[in-house]
């Protein structure tokens, strides 16, 4: 059904999105010696995985105004040693696919794509997760199709499948039980999961429907928030709007990012800020050689997610774009004021 659902031919379900990206390098023979251009600004499974399957991931930046992997960024990071390059879709917003895509095809470099929030995405109608060689989904318990935990893996090639298969099975002969040919994990998802993920993706069309309401209805209700700043739409690409995000100009709306996160929580409107850049995180930092990441920076610490689930009723977005709107409304009158009385 997930095949069906994003036009992917070869398919492996596992335990978690994690175990997702863990089998789409090994099944691409990724491991040590390699290295792996990661982005920024991403959720740390992404790099995580790198590490599990004993490569060598290299952290670049994002691209300002795409939140996702810079193509000049992973450019200039190519080594001798680059075997692949694991663009995310961050927040269901498609990485720019073509560009990275001819960068692959110009030094011979397989492409993982993280596509965990990014179920329903598409570039010019190509579902995201199956552009590169693999792509991999998420079914936690947050993201738009859930099994509680689970995931899945989708591979072009049925060899690289096949191995994935294996592997998740305690890489044992298919052929021959018990009988081991390599060191593999428990990355099965259970029948139990199976199931509810089937009735999630019987829903997906509706899901996937009001998450692009939901969107849309943001981008009306902010249209006046002066200074907030949703995800660009980009010609020809499909954002899943796993989370509704926006980014905060401190300097138009007069207030912090994490001051707005607190009025809001006060008005009852819970709030995520964006993730932290992965090279400033102690595990992480000797990845990220000296390269510089000022778009990752400035998109982390100005960036925070709406509530955006499916759930949600428009007299609630209603309800957090005047909340938003209307704090920023107030505090530009109160600084008019204090700029008039000084
Ligand atoms: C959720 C997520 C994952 C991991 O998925 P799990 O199912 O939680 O293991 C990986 N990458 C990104 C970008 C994610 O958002």
Redesign the pocket.
């Known amino acids: 059904m997930l095949g069906e659902l994003v036009g992917a031919p070869h398919v492996v379900s596992c335990s978690?999105?994690?175990?997702?990206?863990h089998l789409a390098l090994l099944g691409l023979g990724i491991g040590p010696g390699d290295e792996v251009i990661v982005p920024d600004l991403?959720?740390a499974?992404?790099i995580n995985t790198v590490i599990h399957a004993g490569a060598t991931p290299v952290i670049v930046d994002v691209d300002r105004r795409t939140w996702n992997m810079d193509p000049a960024a992973v450019e200039a990071a190519l080594s001798p040693r680059t075997r692949a390059i694991m663009p995310?879709?961050?927040y269901g917003q498609p990485a720019d696919m073509d560009a990275l895509g001819a960068i692959a095809r110009r030094h011979g470099l397989r492409i993982v794509e993280?596509a965990?929030?990014a179920i329903g995405a598409n570039l010019r109608g190509a579902a995201c997760g199956t552009i590169g060689d693999a792509g991999?989904f998420?079914?936690?318990s947050?993201?738009v199709i859930t099994t509680g935990?689970?995931?899945a893996v989708v591979f072009r090639d049925a060899e690289a499948a096949q191995r994935a298969r294996r592997l998740r099975d305690h890489g044992m002969n298919p052929a021959k039980r018990y009988w081991h040919d390599e060191v593999g994990y428990n990355y099965r998802l259970t029948n139990l999961q199976a199931a509810i993920g089937c009735a999630q993706l019987e829903q997906a069309p509706k899901f996937l429907a009001r998450k692009q309401e939901i969107a849309a209805r943001y981008r009306v209700g902010l249209a006046r928030a002066t200074g907030i700043e949703m995800a660009a739409e980009i010609p020809g690409q499909r954002n899943s709007y796993?989370m509704v995000s926006v980014i905060v100009d401190a300097a138009a709306t007069g207030l912090e990012r994490d001051e707005i996160m607190r009025r809001l929580g006060e008005a009852g409107i819970d709030t995520r800020p964006l993730f932290y850049p992965l090279h400033e995180m102690a595990p992480y930092r000797p990845y990220s050689g000296n390269r510089d990441f000022p778009a990752t920076v400035e998109l982390s610490r100005q960036g925070f997610s709406l509530p955006s689930g499916v759930g949600l009723t428009d007299a609630e977005i209603d309800y957090v774009c005047a909340t938003l709107t209307r704090l920023i409304e107030t505090r530009g009158v109160a600084r008019a004021a204090s700029a008039a009385a000084r």
């Open positions: 978690n999105g994690t175990a997702a990206l991403t959720f499974a992404t995310v879709h961050l993280d965990a929030e991999t998420s079914f936690f947050n993201k935990e689970g995931g796993w």
